[in-house]
């Protein structure tokens, strides 16, 4: 059983540029979700996606938007960078359905830093 | 609003010595509880997670936590730590039905040998 992975482990960008990251999600689950770990704190919930569909939304901005693919697998993007966006971002994949997702699995995280 | 907190933002304790996090929550209405844990340089783990029945849940490595509705609490009890359990512990919480886990801050535990 494949786990949860993610691409890639560290970036580096400068205020004003656009990021994406990618999440390969664990076999057999078909919901992704992305938290925002600033420095310090624990998880911030930014949006799950389920089939494909945005399903729940955290008080993150416009910015930050998604993708879900057929497999599954997902993109979170940021645009338009800000200082305060440098943290460790985690996707976690679970099986579940639109009103409730079962144990969520978190892949390693990818470590952005935004200069 | 929902919240998640942690007592303990740091603590050190000697290697055998017992452990209790403490982790309150608010939320209006049917939750599942959770501990993850994050050892240096790896990704978050899941120790336990309580959805229903017995309140007291036994986890891995030999942690457990206890539910106590009344007190909207989840403490994370194991009686000896070992050196390996040095690492950051999280408690979260997810409405029943819900989809989205709320951390608390966190609690970094050092265990000295």
């Known amino acids: 059983e494949t786990g949860v992975t993610q691409s890639p482990t560290h970036l580096i960008k400068t205020r004003g540029q656009q990021v994406t990251l990618r999440c390969s999600s664990q076999s057999g689950h078909n919901t992704v979700s992305w938290y925002q770990q600033a420095l310090g704190q624990g998880p911030q919930f930014i949006f799950q996606y389920y089939r494909e569909e945005e399903n729940g939304r955290g008080n993150f901005p416009p910015r930050f938007s998604g993708l879900q693919f057929p497999n599954y697998s997902s993109e979170l993007n940021v645009n338009a960078l800000e200082l305060d966006d440098s943290a460790l971002y985690l996707c976690?994949?679970?099986?579940?359905?639109?009103?409730?997702?079962?144990?969520?699995?978190f892949g390693p995280g990818t470590r952005l830093t935004v200069l | 609003a929902q919240s998640v907190s942690q007592h303990n933002h740091h603590v050190i304790l000697s290697e055998a010595a017992s452990l209790e996090l403490g982790c309150n929550y608010s939320?209006?209405?049917?939750?599942?509880l959770f501990w993850y844990v994050q050892y240096p340089g790896q990704h978050l783990q899941l120790l336990l997670k309580?959805?229903?029945?017995?309140?007291l849940v036994k986890g891995i490595k030999g942690f457990e936590a206890e539910f106590i509705k009344s007190k909207f609490s989840f403490n994370l009890r194991k009686p000896s730590v070992q050196w390996s359990d040095t690492a950051e512990y999280f408690c979260a919480v997810m409405g029943r039905p819900g989809n989205k886990l709320i951390f608390g801050a966190g609690t970094r535990l050092a265990v000295h040998p």
């Open positions: 939320y209006g209405g049917t939750v599942n």
């Open positions: 976690a994949s679970s099986l579940g359905t639109s009103q409730h997702s079962n144990e969520q699995f």
């Open positions: 309580y959805f229903s029945g017995d309140p």
